[in-house]
C-alpha cells in the first residue's frame, strides 16, 4: 500500500528522491567541515548576525537572573549589616562597661587613699540618684541604718568634701550637699589661717564666705580646708578654691564666693566618715532644779545660822 498524493496532484521529484539528496549534501558538507574547515567563516558571518536577535531572545531570561541576584544579594548584605550593627552595639556595651569599671576602680583606688590619710573609719557608698526636690541639693546613697550609718556623717570623694548625711533611713541615707542653701561649714584659708563659716551660695554649685569684712585678707585662688572646729569634720580637708572676691565701698562685709573642689552631682562612688556627734550639752531643765535646789538649801542652813 502506498501513501503518496493522488496522481492529479503528483508533480515534480518523489519526496524519497529529495530526501536522499539533502540527506547526501549535509553527510558531505559534514566531511568537508571536519576535513578542511571551509565552513568556520560561513558560521561566524552567521552567528555574528544572529548575535543581536540571540540577545533580544535572551534578555527577559538574564533580566530574570539580574533581577533574582540582586534581590539575593541585597537580602544578604542586610543580614550582614543587621549582625555587623548588632555586633557593633555589644562591642560599644564592652567599651562603655570596661571604662566605667577603670573609672570606678581608679576613683576606689583614690578613695583608699583619701581613708589612709585620714584616721577615722569610713565606708564607700554608692550614690543612687539626687532628689527630686527643686529647691534643694541633695542625693541618695545605698547605705542605711543596718549598715551602721548615721546623721551628721560627713561625706567626702576622692577631691574634697561633698556634704553630710542628714537623714538616715533603713535601706538607704540622704546625704545634703555642700551648695545647697541649708547647708554651713566651718572653714578656714588655708593661706593664712583665716576662720570662717562657708554657706550654699546663691548662684549654682557655688559656696560663699559670709559676714567677713571687707578688707578682709581674701585673694581669688585661695584654698579653702575644714577647720575641725565643729568636731564632726576632721582639719584640714579640701573643700572649695576662691573664686571672686567683691568688695564694695558701700556694704561693710565682703562677698566671697568658692567653687567645690569636690564633684557635687558626678561623683558616684563617696566616702562617708563614721565620726562620733559631738556631745549634746545638757539640757537646761534638767540643771535648774539642781541650781534651785542648792539655793535652797543655801538658804535653808542661812536661816538655821540666824536662828542660833
Known sequence: MEYGP?????????????????????????????????LDAIRNGVEILLYPAQRALL???DAVEGIASYLTTLHGLQE????????????SQ????????????????KLAGVRERIAAPAQVVVALY???????????????????MRAGGPVLDENGVVGQVTRVFPLTAEVTLLVDKEQSLPVQDARNGLRAVAFGGAEPSTLELRFLPANVDVQSGDNIVTSGLDGVYPAGLPVATVTRVDRDIKDQFARVVLKPVAGMSSSRMLLVL??????LPPPAEAARPES??????????GAKAVRR
Open 6 to 38: 493522488p496522481p492529479l496532484f503528483n508533480q515534480g521529484v518523489s519526496a524519497r528522491a529529495r530526501l536522499a539528496f539533502f540527506s547526501l549534501v549535509a553527510s558531505a558538507l559534514i566531511i568537508i567541515d571536519a576535513q578542511v574547515n571551509a
Open 59 to 61: 534578555w527577559p531570561r
Open 80 to 91: 550582614e549589616n543587621a549582625r555587623l550593627r548588632q555586633a557593633a552595639v555589644e562591642q
Open 94 to 109: 564592652h567599651a562603655l562597661q570596661a571604662a566605667q569599671l577603670l573609672a570606678e576602680n581608679d576613683q576606689l583606688r
Open 130 to 148: 539626687e532628689s527630686r526636690d527643686p529647691y534643694s541639693r541633695k542625693i541618695i546613697i545605698d547605705r542605711g541604718s543596718r549598715d551602721h
Open 274 to 279: 563614721m565620726v562620733d556627734p559631738p556631745p
Open 292 to 301: 534651785g535646789t542648792s539655793l535652797r538649801g543655801n538658804a535653808r542652813a
